[in-house]
C-alpha cells in the first residue's frame, strides 16, 4: 500500500495504490516536482492542476494534442490526460498499469513530523545559546571580582604571564563550556613547558575557540578586535589578563601589534595568532597570513600548530546565537612545535600540519 497526495497543488488526498511507482521520463522532466503512481478510476475537479498539466504539455516538443486532450509518449509507457471541463482522467496504457495520479516529491521524502522536528532543533539550539550566555556572564561577574582583587600583585610579581589571571580564566572557561560540550585534547605532551616562550597557531571555526583554548591553562595572549574591549565584564576580563588589541583597518595598529608581540615574547610571554584572520563560514581552512610567522621567526622561538575541530559545527560563524547539540566531539590537537628562520615557509608548514588533522576529520 502506497499512500498518495496532490501536494501542493491539492490539498492532501490519501488513496491506496495498487502498482507500484513507475519512472516517466520526459514527463518527469517537464514537471520536475510530480511523481506518478498507479490508481485504478482517479478523477480531480481541480483547475490548477489542469493548467499545469496542460502547460508542461506544451513544453514538451513533438507531442502531438487530440481532441482537447493532451498525449505523452514515454519510453516505458503511454500517458493520455483526458481534459473535459474542470476534470481531468489519467491512463497509462501498458501491462502493468491502467491509470494514474500526481503526487508531490515532498510526500514521498518529507512529512510534517519532519518539518516539527526541524523547527524544535532550532528553538533548542536559541534556547540553549540563551543558557549559554547566562551562565558565561554569572559566572565572569564572579571570578573577574577575583581577578581584580589579584590584579594589583599580579602586576608587581608577575606582569607578562599572568599566570594568576589565566588560573582564574581556565576555571571560567571550563564551567562555561562543561555545560554544553565535551573537549578531548590530544597530544598535550606536545606543549612546551610553561615558562618556554611560544607562538602558538591554529585555525578558527567559532566563537567557542577561546573558550576552548582557555581551558588548556596556559598563560597566552589572544589577539583581539579593540571593539571586543569595549564589551563589559569579559572585555575588562581580557584587558586583565593582557590581551593585545588590534584595528584590523588601521597598518599603524597592525604594526604596533606585531611590536607588542615582540616585546612579549622577549620578556617570557607568548603570544596565540589565528593565522587565517577570522572564523571560516563553511569549514575550511583558510589563507594563512604571515604576521605571527615573521614574530616567530624575529625572536626565534617556535611556533606551536593547533587544530581545533568541532566548535564551528556547536556554534557557527556568523550564528553566535545559537548553540547546537553537545553530541558533537570538540578535540584540540596539538602538534608538534616547529622551527625556521624563513617565515613564509613556516607559514605554509604549520598550515600544512593543521589541515592534516582537519582531513581526517572529514
Known amino acids: 500500500m502506497e499512500v498518495a497526495s496532490l501536494s501542493p497543488l491539492l490539498s492532501p488526498t490519501y488513496l491506496p495504490c495498487r502498482q507500484e511507482v513507475r519512472p516517466l521520463s ?14 485504478k478510476g482517479f478523477h480531480t475537479r481541480h483547475e490548477s492542476l489542469r493548467r499545469a498539466l496542460n ?6 516538443t513533438g507531442i502531438p494534442k487530440k ?25 497509462v496504457q501498458n501491462k502493468f498499469a491502467r491509470d494514474v ?18 523547527s524544535k532543533l532550532k528553538v533548542e539550539s536559541k534556547i540553549r545559546g540563551a543558557c549559554f550566555y547566562a551562565v558565561t556572564a554569572f559566572t565572569a561577574i564572579f571570578l573577574f571580582i577575583l581577578m581584580l582583587v589579584g590584579h594589583p600583585f599580579v602586576i608587581l610579581f608577575d606582569r607578562y604571564q599572568r599566570k594568576y589571571h589565566h588560573f582564574v580564566a581556565k576555571i571560567w572557561s571550563t564551567l562555561t563550556v562543561t555545560p554544553f560540550y565535551k573537549v578531548n585534547f590530544v597530544g598535550l605532551k606536545n606543549l612546551p613547558p610553561q615558562d618556554t616562550p611560544v607562538v602558538y597557531v591554529s585555525n578558527h571555526q567559532s566563537f567557542l575557540d577561546i573558550y576552548t583554548l582557555l581551558t588548556l591553562g596556559r598563560s597566552f595572549k589572544f589577539i583581539s578586535k579593540t571593539s571586543i574591549f ?3 565584564i569579559i572585555g575588562w576580563a ?6 593585545i588589541p588590534l584595528n584590523r583597518s588601521d597598518r599603524r595598529s597592525q604594526m604596533d601589534c606585531l611590536k607588542r608581540c615582540m616585546d612579549l615574547i ?40 593547533i587544530s581545533i575541530i568541532g566548535t564551528g559545527q556547536i556554534m557557527p560563524a556568523g550564528r553566535e546565537d545559537i548553540v547546537n547539540s553537545g553530541s558533537v566531539k570538540v578535540k584540540i590537537v596539538i602538534h608538534r612545535p616547529i622551527h625556521g628562520n624563513d617565515a613564509m615557509m613556516l607559514c605554509e608548514e604549520a598550515r600544512n600540519t593543521i589541515a592534516s588533522a582537519l582531513v581526517c576529520q572529514e
Not at 482537447?68 to 509518449?73: D, I, Y
Not at 495520479?101 to 526541524?118: H, K, N, T
Not at 596565540?272 to 569549514?283: L, Q, V
Open 67 to 91: 481532441h482537447g486532450s493532451a498525449l505523452w509518449q514515454c519510453s516505458d509507457a503511454k500517458i493520455e490526460v483526458c481534459g473535459l471541463h474542470h476534470s481531468c482522467k489519467f491512463h
Open 26 to 39: 520526459k514527463l518527469s522532466t517537464a514537471l520536475p516536482s510530480l511523481q506518478f503512481c498507479s490508481h
Open 101 to 118: 495520479i500526481v503526487r508531490s516529491e515532498l510526500a514521498a521524502v518529507g512529512s510534517p513530523e519532519d518539518d516539527y522536528s526541524l
Open 266 to 305: 622577549k620578556k617570557g610571554g607568548s603570544v596565540f595568532f589565528f593565522p587565517e584572520g577570522t572564523r571560516s563560514k563553511d569549514g575550511k581552512l583558510g589563507p594563512f597570513k604571515k604576521g605571527a610567522f615573521s614574530v616567530a621567526t624575529k625572536t626565534n622561538v617556535p611556533v606551536v600548530p
Open 238 to 243: 581580557m584587558f586583565l589578563l593582557g590581551m
Open 230 to 232: 569595549l564589551y563589559p
Open 55 to 60: 502547460s508542461a504539455q506544451s513544453s514538451l
